[in-house]
């Protein structure tokens, strides 16, 4: 049965936006500034370069197979055995991310704002939020991303912009920070956008399937952006040797940030519902994923079973690593891993795909 073609290109940008911007926007100024120094603004931008050319590959890839996502032309081009394995790996590896999501959400909330309730309560209530709206079509999906984009956006850029009023420009030199080195850097950035790869089962809904790559371009334009505005924000208010010394810096951000007039005082409030909603959002096309993905892959018609399945396994998995700092290791090193799979690999099924001259082998009438 033929997916029914309803998504915008403008809904896939702020389904892809909205992915990317969630749980680690507290902490990536730290991240980037702990490899960059005073480059951290440049280290995101190259990342997001980089980000933009593994896109390219997935767009590619969805419009030369319109009507089938990575899991079925993976196996018609690369092969059953392989392509099945590469669905598993990713089913796996985003498993993972939605798991380590989740705790790290739990984490920040019973650190600033619910220090009495357990961590496990904080972790199920947004695993099952996840699991409510996961049940529902692609259309309702793509709805939630829709209506909660503006709310993410919004007001994240007045906060943004309003702490800029006590910016010190000499603390963003130089801009080259450490100089090549942070090049070694790029994957650990480049890692924080791994969730637009739900791109790779919009296609197939997506009304003009050939203008996903203009999708990918706003949607890591907008998002990189976003992530640019919030590093220089922090290091020309903190400096960077401060903000090494604080955990999730953006928070510090809007705590140390007051609207003018003192009309509102604490701004780390507000930042947090947004932030919140920017958490459920990238954990919500996380799960989505994964169980499209595994409904495919298993030749289901139906993937509301799926949903109550994954979610012991993931919720095992958010409360396995035993302290924050463990977690972020853990976040670390599956990040960067996981580039490989999402977006070098899609590079070399693209390869593949035109050394066998697909899909033209299968007719002309494969696109339409």
Same mark, same amino acid.
């Given at each position: 049965?033929?997916?029914?073609?309803?998504?915008?290109?403008?809904?896939? /940008?702020?389904?892809?936006?909205? +992915?990317?911007?969630?749980?680690?926007?507290?902490? #990536? *100024?730290? %991240?980037? =500034?702990? $490899?960059?120094?005073?480059?951290?603004?440049?280290?995101?931008?190259?990342?997001?370069?980089?980000?933009?050319?593994?896109?390219?590959?997935?767009?590619?890839?969805?419009?030369?197979?319109?009507?089938?996502?990575?899991?079925?032309?993976?196996?018609?081009?690369?092969?059953?055995?392989?392509?099945?394995?590469?669905?598993?790996?990713?089913?796996?590896?985003?498993?993972?991310?939605?798991?380590?999501?989740?705790?790290?959400?739990?984490?920040?909330?019973?650190?600033?704002?619910?220090?009495?309730?357990?961590?496990?309560?904080?972790?199920?209530?947004?695993?099952?939020?996840?699991?409510?709206? /996961?049940?529902?079509?692609?259309? +309702?999906?793509?709805?939630?991303?829709?209506?909660? #984009? *503006?709310? %993410?956006? =919004?007001? $994240?850029?007045?906060?943004?912009?309003?702490?800029?009023?006590?910016?010190?420009?000499?603390?963003?030199?130089?801009?080259?920070?450490?100089?090549?080195?942070?090049?070694?850097?790029?994957?650990?950035?480049?890692?924080?956008?791994?969730?637009?790869?739900?791109?790779?089962?919009?296609?197939?809904?997506?009304?003009?399937?050939?203008?996903?790559?203009?999708?990918?371009?706003?949607?890591?334009?907008?998002?990189?952006?976003?992530?640019?505005?919030?590093?220089?924000?922090?290091?020309?208010?903190?400096?960077?040797?401060?903000?090494?010394?604080?955990?999730?810096?953006?928070?510090?951000?809007?705590?140390?940030?007051?609207?003018?007039?003192?009309?509102?005082?604490?701004?780390?409030?507000?930042?947090?519902?947004?932030?919140?909603?920017?958490?459920?959002?990238?954990?919500?096309?996380?799960?989505?994923?994964?169980?499209?993905?595994?409904?495919?892959?298993?030749?289901?018609?139906?993937?509301?079973?799926?949903?109550?399945?994954?979610?012991?396994?993931?919720?095992?998995?958010?409360?396995?690593?035993?302290?924050?700092?463990?977690?972020?290791?853990?976040?670390?090193?599956?990040?960067?891993?996981?580039?490989?799979?999402?977006?070098?690999?899609?590079?070399?099924?693209?390869?593949?795909?035109?050394?066998?001259?697909?899909?033209?082998?299968?007719?002309?009438?494969?696109?339409?």
């Amino acid at each position: 049965m033929q997916p029914t073609r309803n998504i915008t290109v403008g809904q896939t /940008t702020a389904i892809l936006i909205s +992915t990317i911007i969630g749980v680690g926007v507290l902490r #990536l *100024p730290l %991240i980037s =500034v702990q $490899l960059a120094d005073t480059g951290a603004p440049l280290l995101t931008l190259l990342s997001a370069v980089i980000v933009f050319v593994g896109m390219w590959g997935i767009a590619k890839l969805g419009s030369q197979f319109p009507n089938e996502t990575f899991v079925e032309y993976s196996e018609r081009v690369i092969g059953k055995w392989l392509g099945r394995l590469y669905t598993f790996m990713i089913i796996a590896f985003f498993t993972l991310l939605t798991g380590f999501a989740a705790r790290e959400f739990g984490a920040v909330v019973v650190t600033s704002v619910l220090p009495k309730t357990p961590l496990e309560v904080t972790v199920i209530v947004m695993l099952l939020m996840a699991v409510i709206f /996961t049940r529902g079509d692609m259309n +309702t999906f793509t709805y939630i991303h829709s209506f909660y #984009l *503006p709310v %993410i956006l =919004v007001p $994240l850029l007045i906060i943004t912009l309003v702490s800029l009023k006590d910016a010190k420009i000499l603390y963003l030199q130089p801009i080259l920070g450490n100089g090549f080195k942070m090049i070694a850097g790029i994957p650990e950035i480049a890692a924080l956008f791994q969730g637009a790869f739900i791109l790779a089962i919009l296609i197939p809904f997506m009304q003009k399937p050939k203008k996903a790559v203009k999708a990918s371009f706003w949607g890591v334009a907008i998002s990189g952006g976003f992530f640019i505005m919030i590093i220089v924000a922090c290091i020309a208010l903190f400096g960077t040797e401060e903000i090494k010394t604080i955990m999730w810096p953006t928070l510090g951000l809007a705590r140390a940030t007051s609207l003018p007039g003192n009309t509102l005082q604490r701004l780390d409030v507000v930042f947090l519902a947004i932030w919140v909603t920017a958490v459920f959002t990238t954990i919500l096309s996380n799960y989505m994923l994964t169980v499209q993905a595994l409904k495919q892959s298993l030749r289901l018609q139906d993937h509301k079973m799926l949903t109550l399945f994954l979610l012991p396994i993931i919720f095992l998995i958010a409360m396995f690593p035993d302290e924050t700092i463990e977690m972020y290791r853990y976040i670390e090193v599956v990040g960067k891993y996981g580039l490989v799979l999402t977006f070098i690999f899609p590079f070399i099924i693209l390869i593949v795909a035109k050394i066998r001259k697909w899909p033209k082998k299968k007719g002309k009438g494969a696109g339409k």
